[in-house]
């Protein structure tokens, strides 16, 4: 069955530094997130991506924060100067383009951690 | 998206089945029901959705009541592997498809040997 699949597993960084989280969707689908979960929260949007475009993001993703699509396969989140504050789990999901329903595959996760 | 009320923590003897309720009294009629699952802080899992009639997959059933301001999540014989954050989030899907999935806090299922 494909999945979503996240690298790395594990991410530890200094504040301050820039991270690359990255996320192989499924491959026939369209439509990409990102999600966070602060330890002991609840899972919270930040952005959606169709077609090489933000198609909504939430207040969570500032000016630090980046999408990008650089191939046909992988689907990246940019933290350009991490924040103590951004240690989470950051999930990547993706759908494919539905007519009336939409469900959204999850991946594994990548636990950053910022010191 | 319509709020949901979820119990805060469950508890299932293994083998038997979990019966997840969920109430969504403010349901609009083209909003649907979907439940996903996380095991210990992993990626949630998509389990099942529906509209108005009941639903049944590999993993689950879904009973929608007629009103539609309720429904249930039946895992037929929870395992200990069922153990798992259970979250019911009601979604109103536009055609192009591309949503947010609202979290809340969901029903904490601890499935007991």
């Known amino acids: 069955e494909p999945e979503v699949t996240q690298t790395p597993s594990h991410q530890v960084t200094q504040m301050g530094q820039e991270v690359i989280l990255r996320c192989v969707p499924i491959?026939?689908?369209?439509?990409f997130y990102w999600y966070r979960q602060i330890l002991g929260q609840k899972v919270e949007f930040l952005v959606s991506?169709?077609?090489?475009?933000?198609?909504?993001k939430s207040e969570i993703f500032d000016d630090q924060f980046s999408v990008e699509r650089p191939d046909g396969s992988n689907f990246t989140l940019k933290i350009r100067s991490t924040k103590l504050e951004d240690s989470a789990m950051y999930f990547c999901?993706?759908?494919?383009?539905?007519?009336?329903?939409?469900?959204?595959?999850f991946g594994p996760g990548t636990r950053l951690t910022v010191l | 998206d319509a709020k949901t009320t979820q119990p805060t923590s469950m508890d299932c003897a293994e083998g038997r089945a979990a019966n997840l309720p969920c109430n969504h009294s403010?349901?609009?009629?083209?909003?649907?029901v979907y439940w996903y699952r996380q095991i210990h802080s992993q990626g949630p899992q998509y389990i099942i959705h529906?509209?108005?009639n009941n639903e049944t997959n590999e993993m689950a059933s879904l009973i929608i009541t007629e009103d539609r301001k309720s429904s249930t999540l039946i895992l037929p014989h929870a395992t200990l592997r069922d153990t798992a954050v259970y979250y019911c989030?009601?979604?109103?899907?536009?055609?192009?498809?591309?949503?947010?999935?609202?979290f809340g806090t969901g029903t904490k299922l601890q499935v007991i040997p």
């Open positions: 529906g509209l108005k």
């Open positions: 999901a993706s759908s494919r383009q539905g007519y009336g329903t939409d469900t959204q595959y």
């Open positions: 491959s026939n689908h369209l439509y």
């Open positions: 989030i009601v979604r109103f899907l536009l055609s192009g498809g591309y949503q947010k999935v609202t």
């Open positions: 403010t349901i609009s009629g083209n909003e649907y």
């Open positions: 991506f169709y077609n090489n475009e933000i198609s909504e």
